[in-house]
T-cell receptor, first 117, second 115 residues
Framework: AQSVTQLGSHVSVSEGALVLLRCNYS??????LFWYVQYPNQGLQLLLK??????LVKGINDFEAEFKKSETSFHLTKPSAHMSDAAEYFC???????????????FGKGTKLSVKP | DAGVTQSPTHLIKTRGQQVTLRCSPK?????VSWYQQALGQGPQFIFQ???????QRGNFPDRFSGHQFPNYSSELNVNALLLGDSALYLC??????????????FGPGTRLLVL
């Protein structure tokens, strides 16, 4: 069965600094991986997804993530943090083990990103 | 293009009561999934509906039930509410069942408080 672990429940960076949010997955089959962002009192918005094409995936708002099979990781990065990036970020893997129907998502516990001025 | 909509936005119930939450999928989508997000946790999959049938179910008791209508909208019903059912309930829609790489689009959620 698939699972996701997000290292660090809370990450704080200064405005303009590099953002690095860590995600490790466990999967017995090639995974489909997603990063979602949740702003306060809102639903989830897709940042980017990996579907076995390019290992470096670019998303919205200059976020990107690199799939590393050898490390079972899918870390999210952004070169320069903005105040507006303060939110909670969730890594998810699509569960594919049930006879071919669409994968429900298995989420990590989330990482709350704070951006200091 | 309207995204996923959910109603109501907030709801307060007492233990033992029943609640119904509603979801309209994004235009062009025919599959609806429901997730429960407890405070400080990631969302957990409840079940998924396609062609008006429950196709998959997560580890939730039978008190949680659902329905999908011919227009693809969906309802989540929870009976005999417990304090632990207090959470944000998220609806997600997608198309092309059978493709795990397909993106699920989430609504803003319904925040349920059980007293």
């Amino acid at each position: 069965a698939q699972s996701v672990t997000q290292l660090g429940s809370h990450v704080s960076v200064s405005e303009g600094a590099l953002v690095l949010l860590r995600c490790n997955y466990s999967s017995s089959v090639p995974p489909y991986l997603f990063w979602y962002v949740q702003y306060p009192n809102q639903g989830l918005q897709l940042l980017l997804k990996y579907t076995s094409a390019a290992t470096l995936v670019k998303g919205i708002n200059d976020f990107e993530a690199e799939f590393k099979k050898s490390e079972t990781s899918f870390h999210l990065t952004k070169p320069s943090a903005h105040m507006s990036d303060a939110a909670e970020y969730f890594c998810a893997v699509s569960d594919v083990n049930y006879g071919g129907s669409q994968g429900n998502l298995i989420f990590g516990k989330g990482t709350k990103l704070s951006v200091k001025p | 293009d309207a995204g996923v909509t959910q109603s109501p936005t907030h709801l307060i119930k007492t233990r033992g009561q029943q609640v119904t939450l509603r979801c309209s999928p994004k235009s062009g989508h025919d599959t609806v999934s429901w997730y429960q997000q407890a405070l400080g946790q990631g969302p957990q999959f409840i079940f998924q509906y396609y062609e008006e049938e429950e196709r998959q179910r997560g580890n939730f008791p039978d008190r949680f039930s659902g329905h999908q209508f011919p227009n693809y909208s969906s309802e989540l019903n929870v009976n005999a509410l417990l304090l632990g059912d207090s959470a944000l309930y998220l609806c997600a829609s997608s198309s092309k069942p059978g493709l795990a790489r397909e993106t699920q689009y989430f609504g803003p959620g319904t925040r349920l408080l059980v007293l």
